[in-house]
């Protein structure tokens, strides 16, 4: 995996060096793909969300329709993600916003914040519970 790489390189100069490091690796084609990959898979999904509060402004409901869609969806981020970043991405789909519009925290177990102004921001936290995770 990438950040096994990253951290084997990293453990690799703090070696050399006798002072441990802390640095980022700019993006590989591999990685950048991926983070493409899921900014779509995840903007698809915030679309279809705001395309069933549309339609519920309209007097269509289509919750019984895409309830069981969204439950496989959400699924597959808990099968596919560590529980921290799942819920990160969940968060990001569903609660990043409060009523009046405005930008709410997420807040992980430990009580740190994150602010999602932008999938770049979910992206580099997935990444940054991954390294954790791989430690």
């Known amino acids: 995996m990438l950040w096994n790489q990253k951290r084997e390189i990293q453990e690799a100069f703090e070696l050399i060096l006798g002072a441990p490091l802390d640095f980022r690796v700019s993006y590989n084609v591999e990685e950048e793909k991926l983070k493409e990959n899921f900014t779509q898979i995840i903007d698809n999904l915030t679309q279809a969300l705001e395309r069933q509060k549309n339609m ?42 409060d009523d009046d519009g405005n930008l709410v925290a997420f807040v992980n177990a430990d009580g740190a914040k994150y602010e999602f102004k932008t999938i770049d921001d979910l992206w580099d936290l997935i990444i940054l519970i991954g390294e954790k995770y791989d430690q």
């Open 56 to 97: 519920e402004k309209l007097g269509i409901n289509f919750l019984l329709y895409d309830d069981k869609f969204f439950r496989i969806i959400e699924d597959l981020i808990h099968f596919c993600f560590e529980p921290e970043a799942a819920e990160a991405v969940l968060f990001y789909v569903y609660s990043r916003f």
